[in-house]
């Protein structure tokens, strides 16, 4: 069973009943911070670094009792790949038995007791500086956030409910931004697409299965200005994403060869129509599993109107290396994608015609409603400068405090 800790919330507004201010008293909001998932995102980590060494062809799964199991691609290799996780990781991890059905030279451990404990000390510590940085960012005065042992208060006096809302809104949210290589012309997601198969003038689906969800596949082709040289993106679209990631899912269990590569993840984007009257779809994209930039390096973020379409955009400004990262990636993948990610939906995936040298890019706002697009923006820009949160947070409790 996995352990939450209770975050308090503090705050100057009626909820739940009354729409009025609460002038000289409190609103406090209880918060479940799921710091176990912190713990697994570093085990998710392990496991990824680990699948990334060069040499060893290494297969890791992680279970749900928290035991990483390696496997060399050689077998023979094992105490070799065993001596590397305990030099590279020392006391953060202990060895574990290996299940039953463990492949021939697998190294079982999990993450120690004292190295968790750590870790959830960090997250609850980021959890505040990031609910406070967002405070101050709502421009709300007297505003603050304190760890108190297992537990997190924010405290405002005297606010609307309006504000209320918004708080409620952004507080929880994840704030995970990171631009991630699109893996464009791969041999895997060319089988997938001739899995799904393309049949007449609107390409509709020949397997069964995808027919049945709606699903079917698409080609994006493009022409780099940089060399003039070709590309290809197969995917996949359907009216729902929970369709599109049980499909994958049923593909890799009938057929391990339309699983995904271990260093590559699936990645998806909600599609405006392309014609009124349309209904938006989604799609995939193939992605390296490795983020090439995240959101840490991000040093502002601001609301700004696109020129020639008038759309809003959150327009990013990078940190002295965060800006030099940006380039090289940006130089290395001239032609190709890149993908901007936010909590694990791609906002947009746009060609890189060449180096970006100046330490900054731009997220369009999808939809179709300009007043939704205009907050949404806002509202993005506000979560990117206050920094993401290390673990979920899920409102379980409001209480009026006169």
């Known amino acids: 069973m996995r352990t939450l800790v209770t975050m308090c919330l503090v705050i100057a507004t009626a909820c739940g009943g009354k729409s009025e201010p609460a002038k000289g008293g409190t609103t406090r909001i209880t918060y479940d911070v799921d710091l176990e998932k912190a713990v697994d995102d570093r085990a998710v980590e392990i496991k990824r670094d680990l699948e990334a060494t060069p040499g060893m062809g290494t297969t890791v799964k992680l279970s749900a009792t928290g035991v990483i199991t390696a496997a060399p691609g050689d077998p023979s290799k094992a105490a070799e790949l065993g001596e590397a996780i305990r030099r590279d990781y020392r006391d953060l991890v202990e060895a574990r038995p290996c299940a039953a059905e463990a492949v021939p030279g697998a190294v079982c451990f999990a993450i120690t007791a004292s190295y968790a404990t750590t870790v959830k000390q960090a997250a609850l510590a980021q959890a505040a500086k990031t609910v406070g940085n967002r405070l101050v960012e709502m421009k709300l005065p007297g505003a603050t956030a304190v760890a108190k042992g297992e537990q997190l208060v924010v405290e405002l006096h005297g606010n609307s409910a309006e504000m209320l809302v918004a708080m409620r809104k952004l507080l929880p949210r994840s704030g995970v931004l990171e631009f991630k290589v ?4 791969s ?3 060319k089988r997938v697409f ?3 198969g393309s049949d007449g003038m609107e390409g509709k689906a020949t397997d069964p299965e995808a027919l049945a969800a709606g699903i079917s596949g698409g080609i994006d082709q493009w022409r ?10 197969f995917y996949v679209r359907g009216p729902e994403r929970q369709s599109l990631e049980r499909y994958f899912a049923r593909l890799a269990a009938v057929d ?3 699983a995904v590569p271990a260093d590559r993840m699936l990645g998806f984007e909600l599609q405006d129509p392309d014609s009124p009257g349309d209904k938006p779809l989604w799609r ?11 959101g840490a390096s991000i040093s502002n973020a601001e609301l700004v109107s696109d020129p020639n379409t008038n759309r809003p955009l959150v327009l990013l400004d990078f940190g002295r290396e965060g800006a030099r990262t940006f380039g090289e990636v940006t130089e290395r993948i001239a032609g190709k994608k890149l993908a901007v990610v936010l909590d694990g939906t791609i906002k947009s995936a746009p060609i890189i015609n060449g180096p970006i040298r100046g ?3 731009s997220i369009t706002m999808g939809g179709t409603d300009p007043v939704a697009q205009q907050q949404d923006a806002k ?10 949160l290390p673990a979920p947070l899920r409102e379980v409790a409001v209480d009026v405090v006169p």
């Not at 699109?182 to 012309?185: I, R, T, Y």
């Not at 509202?379 to 993401?388: E, I």
């Open 224 to 233: 780099a200005e940089l060399n003039d040289e070709m590309h290809s993106d």
């Open 187 to 189: 041999a895997y997601m």
């Open 256 to 258: 391990p060869t339309l």
């Open 379 to 388: 509202d993005l820009a506000l979560v990117l400068r206050s920094g993401s």
């Open 194 to 196: 001739q899995k799904v």
């Open 284 to 294: 995939s994209y193939l992605l390296e599993r490795k983020a090439a930039i995240t």
């Open 182 to 185: 699109v893996d464009e012309g």
């Open 359 to 361: 330490g900054r890019a």
